[in-house]
């Protein structure tokens, strides 16, 4: 950490020794949904962000991948580094190949700095609508941008709660890309599966081949939250139901990741084997988990590897 970043108060540091998950995924299992903050020394974070993280580096980020038996990495660009995408690019052409990132650009970026990111492995922009999280963006803007990325073949990863999802609906669904959606929209988990909330949710994909959800942040999304520390590894089991309906509805339209090192969390910071260990409850089928963890992520970030 460096001197000049104080972290938010209450800040949780992610967890140092997390468990090996129970759980092993398939070869060439892809984490897509992770984040690098810094560190702040190397990268500073940015003047407007709404929180000053602890450092998570990317040699921090490839070693829990191999811990948890993971092979790639999508590497999100997170707010506290606003549209500056140099840790996340640093991160990418350090993989070796395996890691893919998301990029936050605004509508100023020239498409030489577009194509140059292309080259060191994004694949996507991420429009963020949590006011906690960013400043607005005029919609705008964001065609404009949308417009721009849908020739280099990228997607946009669009990241907002439940309740906002009514008055997001016409603008999302006039993205001409294919759209990935963060953390299954964050629904209410004490809410009914079956209920309208989620089911609107449901029906955004369903009427909308181009729209993808992430099945990630059981431990951001859950009430019940983590077990107790009794050797029990059945953690999170309020949000199973909701993950495992998308992907038993949209099976070739999900994707699975950490989020590591887990920006914001109050109360308690997972231990990121538990979060490996949701996988098979969230998708008892292995050929469920195979499109989860491998195909699905390859299509979206890989192709030319299939
Ligand atoms: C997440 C969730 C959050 C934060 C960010 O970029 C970010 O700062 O994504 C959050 O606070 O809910 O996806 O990591």
Redesign the pocket.
Known sequence: MSAEFVKTPGWLDWYANPSKPRYRPPPGAVDA?C?VFGPGAEFPFAPE???T?CDASKAQLYALRDHLGFARNVV??????GADNAAMIDALVHSGGRARGVA?VRGAVTDAALAAMHRDGVRGV?F?F?K???DFTPREELIAIAGRIAPLGWHIVI?FEAPDLPELWDFFTALPTPVVV??MG?PDVTKPVDGPEFALFQRLLAEHPNIWSKV??PE?LSVAGPPALDGERDAYRDVVPFARRLIERFPDRVLWGT?WP????KGHMPDDGLLVDVIPHIAPDPAARQRLLVSNPMRLYWPEEI
């Not at 999100?76 to 580094?81: G, P």
């Not at 887990?262 to 969390?265: A, F, K």
Request: glycine share 0%; net charge positive.
């Open positions: 949904h984040h962000r709404k929180y993280p999100v660009q997170a707010t506290c580094h936050t991420r963020n949590l906690r999280l960013v990241y963060d953390h964050r990630t942040c951001r989020d887990h920006p914001n969390l």
